[in-house]
């Protein structure tokens, strides 16, 4: 039972980091790339509130102003991410800022191009959390992956440290005895969509 599975549960929000303009993909922005005949994005959006995550905010960024006609955002808070070449850290501090003033005692981050990763993976982590300082992620094989769990008292130090493609890195590192790891290997696939023979796995 996923952690927003109750009204007396914690609020856990979804945030998920959408904005990635596909580089290696010959400019293709990840949110829109088909999925079962529908943009991905829709699809990280499902994951996330299947698991039980409420609210859900997408950061969007590539092609921002496609993706919000394109894709059936309903119920979301959707932000926009001017900087999002600078890297995923820029998309991260905007998703923690647009939660500020939501009562999320956490936030779980996934990525959109991880179709492999489904709701319930998702909510094995949520159900990890435990308070406000909660620091938790996936596991794939021992080895630390998405989606990961950020309680709310951790935020300012993310955000103040989130830089170019490090995202998070640097909190999870100067945290890393603080840490706990979710194994998730057993039912989810931690894959990436980045270039083009990756694209099969959409199929």
Same mark, same amino acid.
């Given at each position: 039972m996923s952690a927003n599975a109750h009204s007396d549960a914690p609020l856990i929000a979804g945030l998920l980091l959408a904005a990635g303009g596909g580089r290696r993909l010959g400019g293709r922005p990840k949110a829109l790339l088909p999925y079962r005949d529908r943009p991905l994005v829709e699809n990280a959006v499902r994951v996330l509130r299947e698991a039980g995550c409420g609210p859900v905010h997408v950061v969007l960024g590539a092609s921002a102003a496609e993706v919000r006609e394109r894709a059936d955002l309903s119920g979301c808070v959707v932000v926009d991410n001017p900087d999002w070449a600078q890297g995923m850290g820029s998309s991260l501090r905007v998703g923690l800022t647009s939660l500020a003033g939501?009562? $999320?005692r956490a936030a779980l981050v996934s990525l959109v191009d991880q179709p492999g990763i489904g709701p319930a993976a998702v909510a094995r982590v949520l159900r990890a959390y435990r308070s406000p300082t909660s620091l938790v992620a996936a596991s794939y094989a021992g080895e630390r992956g998405h989606p990961v769990l950020f309680g709310a008292d951790r935020w300012a130090d993310i955000a103040a440290t989130a830089t170019g493609d490090k995202g998070a890195r640097?909190?999870? $590192?100067?945290? $890393?005895?603080?840490l706990m790891l979710v194994e998730c290997a057993d039912i989810a696939e931690a894959f990436d969509i980045d270039t083009p023979p990756d694209l099969a796995r959409l199929l």
């Open positions: 939501t009562g $999320a640097v909190h999870l $590192a100067r945290h $890393a005895g603080e």
